[in-house]
C-alpha cells in the first residue's frame, strides 16, 4: 500500500496537508499551520486544531507523618534486607 502526500505551500515538505481557512488556496501541513502568525487573533478556525484530551485531576491522598514514618522504617528495613 502506498501512500501519497501533497506538498505543503509554504515549507515544500511532502506532509499531510489541508486547506488553509484563512487562505483556502494554500495547502498547509500540521507544522506550518502550528506556526501561522495569524493563528492567535485573526484565524478563529485554525486547520489543524490541537488538543489534549482531559482526563481529570487526581487528588493526592494526604499521608499522616505517622504513616511516612513507618514507610521509611518499611524501605529501610528491605534496603537492608537486599
Known amino acids: 500500500m502506498t501512500i501519497y502526500w501533497d506538498r505543503c505551500d509554504l515549507c515544500g515538505q511532502y506532509r499531510p496537508t489541508r486547506s488553509c481557512t484563512i ?15 495569524y493563528r492567535g487573533n485573526k484565524c478563529t478556525s ?8 482531559s482526563t481529570g485531576l487526581k487528588t493526592r491522598r494526604e499521608i499522616s507523618s ?8 518499611e524501605l529501610e528495613s528491605l534496603l537492608k534486607g537486599s
Open 46 to 53: 485554525p486547520t489543524w486544531r490541537i488538543e489534549i484530551p
Open 66 to 73: 505517622e504513616e511516612k514514618e513507618r514507610l521509611l522504617r
Open 23 to 37: 487562505i483556502p488556496s494554500l495547502q498547509v501541513d500540521i507544522h506550518c499551520c502550528a506556526a501561522c502568525p
